[in-house]
Every structure is written in structure tokens, then in C-alpha cells.
């Protein structure tokens, strides 16, 4: 099986962003890598001549690919592709909630390429979905990132958080 070539994401969008780092690079900061995975959603690819070794996340982002139960995995699948530039704090309840749903709805999830869905697209996946209330759910979690992002390109996200640390 060939390995898959380092690619570095830049996208600003992504709050998950993955960062691609040389072994000795790794080795090197690796105290400090683990207490950026821990404290963000940062992944790092580390590998050598151009080939992907290995990665470092979180263990909260990568508990649930860990269980046998194919729903966190799922779940997670969703979560990391409509709501990539999403905070931490939106996406872990989210997981969370999309876990506990049956198989049936993940699946229909699954095929959503993008949010916001139109309305006529929203109407028909919630007849198709044993629990509607979960996608609505998930759009607004998606509105609200989008506007926290924003704020945040805008630098009023991080004054905000100032404020709030110094009060």
C-alpha cells in the first residue's frame, strides 16, 4: 500500500487545520506538539522523504475512531467535513449527538456535501431521517461558526475572548 505524500492545509477555514512535519522536527518539539493537540483541534502529519508516517492529534478527536461501534466513526466523518472551521466547543457536542443516532440517519448525513442546504434540500432529508431535529441541530451549529468565523476574521472574536479572560 503506497503511503500518501506530506501535504501541508492551509486554508484558514479550518480550525482542524493539519500541519506536516519532518520526524526530527517531531521529535524535537514533541512536548510542545502534544500540548497543541490537547489544547486545539491541530492534527500534524509526520513522516520523512515525503511519506506519511504518522499522526498526532488529539486523544479526544481520536477516541472515537478507537471504539468498535461504527456511529462515533461516522459521526466524527460528518462533523469533520460540515463543520471543519468550526470551534472545538461546536463540534465535540455535536459527535456526541450525531453517535447516538441510528446508522439509517448517519448514512443519509453522510451524503451532505455542504451546509447551508437549501430549503427545499433540508425538507427532503428530514423526511428521510428518523431524527430531523439532529440536522437542524447542526445547522445552527454551522451558522453559528460561520459567524464566529466572521468575528473572527473581522478581530472581534479575539478581543472578545480578551475581555472575557481579564474579567
Request: proline share 5%; net charge positive; aromatic share 4%.
Amino acid at each position: 500500500m503506497a503511503r500518501k505524500k506530506l501535504r501541508r492545509t492551509t486554508t484558514t477555514d479550518f480550525i482542524s487545520s493539519e500541519h506536516n512535519l519532518k520526524i526530527g522536527e517531531a521529535r524535537i518539539r514533541l512536548p510542545d506538539l502534544v500540548r497543541t493537540v490537547e489544547a486545539s483541534s491541530d492534527t500534524y502529519t509526520i513522516g520523512q522523504r515525503g511519506n506519511s508516517s504518522a499522526v498526532l492529534m488529539s486523544y479526544e478527536r481520536a477516541e472515537p475512531l478507537l471504539g468498535p461501534s461504527m456511529e462515533p466513526k461516522l459521526a466524527l466523518v460528518i462533523v469533520e467535513q460540515l463543520l471543519a472551521g468550526a470551534p472545538l466547543h461546536l463540534r465535540t457536542p455535536a459527535v456526541d449527538e450525531l453517535s447516538a443516532l441510528p446508522i439509517d440517519d448517519l448514512r443519509q448525513l453522510l451524503f451532505i456535501d455542504s451546509l447551508p442546504l437549501s430549503q427545499t434540500q433540508a425538507r427532503k432529508l428530514k423526511k428521510s431521517l428518523k431524527h430531523p431535529e439532529a440536522l437542524d441541530r447542526l445547522v445552527r451549529r454551522f451558522a453559528l461558526a460561520t459567524s464566529i468565523a466572521n468575528a473572527r476574521e473581522a478581530g472581534l472574536y479575539e478581543a472578545v475572548e480578551h475581555e472575557a479572560s481579564n474579567a
